[in-house]
């Protein structure tokens, strides 16, 4: 892999070598993967989103303004596809059971089922939480970014943030001690 700073290789690219927007790619996929796999439950969805994400970056790659950020800039554009996915997804999943009762039933039915290892539960609570609860609580808690680092890829408040963060904990205290503790 070849070394330069983001700007270097952000400068490459706008003059016309497209292997330098490759070596971006690769400096933060890994990254990017992470949260986009924890933040919608699916390896595939991920895909689809990460694809989206760096097509969308490298034609937009004139429009990062501080070059030397480059990897706060892909994040806000993989926060924004994972949420436009996880909005996307729900509209469809409550296409097809309009019911509460039933979906109620459902997760009750799921939370029932104490055989799997704890990351199995835990990857469950955190699809249970809502997105942005969700978001938040990853962006801290797994991507260790700090609040106001993620205040600058969300666009959201740190008094905001922070709530999300308490609230996704609860949240998640909450379905974690029903299997744990019922």
């Given at each position: 892999?070849?070394?330069?700073?983001?700007?270097?290789?952000?400068?490459?690219?706008?003059?016309?070598?497209?292997?330098?927007?490759?070596?971006?790619?690769?400096?933060?996929?890994?990254?990017?993967?992470?949260?986009?796999?924890?933040?919608?439950?699916?390896?595939?969805?991920?895909?689809?989103?990460?694809?989206?994400?760096?097509?969308?970056?490298?034609?937009?790659?004139?429009?990062?303004?501080?070059?030397d950020?480059?990897?706060?800039?892909?994040?806000?554009?993989?926060?924004?596809?994972c949420?436009?996915?996880?909005?996307?997804?729900?509209?469809?999943?409550?296409?097809?059971?309009?019911?509460?009762?039933?979906?109620?039933?459902?997760?009750?039915?799921?939370?029932?089922?104490?055989?799997?290892?704890?990351?199995?539960?835990?990857?469950?609570?955190?699809?249970?939480?809502?997105?942005?609860?969700?978001?938040?609580?990853?962006?801290?808690?797994?991507?260790?970014?700090?609040y106001?680092?993620?205040?600058?890829?969300?666009?959201?408040?740190v008094?905001?943030?922070?709530?999300?963060?308490?609230?996704?904990?609860?949240?998640?205290?909450?379905?974690?001690?029903?299997?744990?503790?019922?």
């Amino acid at each position: 892999m070849r070394d330069g700073s983001d700007a270097q290789l952000i400068a490459e690219v706008l003059g016309g070598d497209v292997e330098s927007f490759g070596v971006l790619s690769q400096r933060y996929r890994d990254t990017c993967t992470r949260f986009a796999v924890r933040m919608l439950g699916s390896r595939a969805d991920a895909d689809d989103v990460l694809q989206s994400a760096f097509m969308r970056a490298y034609r937009g790659l004139k429009n990062c303004r501080d070059r030397d950020r480059f990897g706060g800039w892909l994040y806000q554009i993989v926060v924004n596809e994972c949420r436009t996915f996880a909005a996307r997804q729900r509209r469809r999943d409550l296409r097809f059971v309009a019911d509460p009762e039933i979906i109620d039933r459902a997760v009750a039915e799921a939370g029932e089922d104490s055989s799997g290892t704890m990351s199995e539960h835990v990857e469950y609570a955190l699809s249970r939480l809502p997105v942005e609860q969700r978001e938040a609580f990853l962006l801290k808690y797994v991507e260790e970014k700090s609040y106001e680092e993620i205040s600058e890829i969300t666009g959201i408040g740190v008094s905001a943030l922070k709530m999300r963060v308490k609230r996704a904990c609860d949240g998640l205290r909450d379905l974690l001690e029903g299997v744990y503790h019922g």
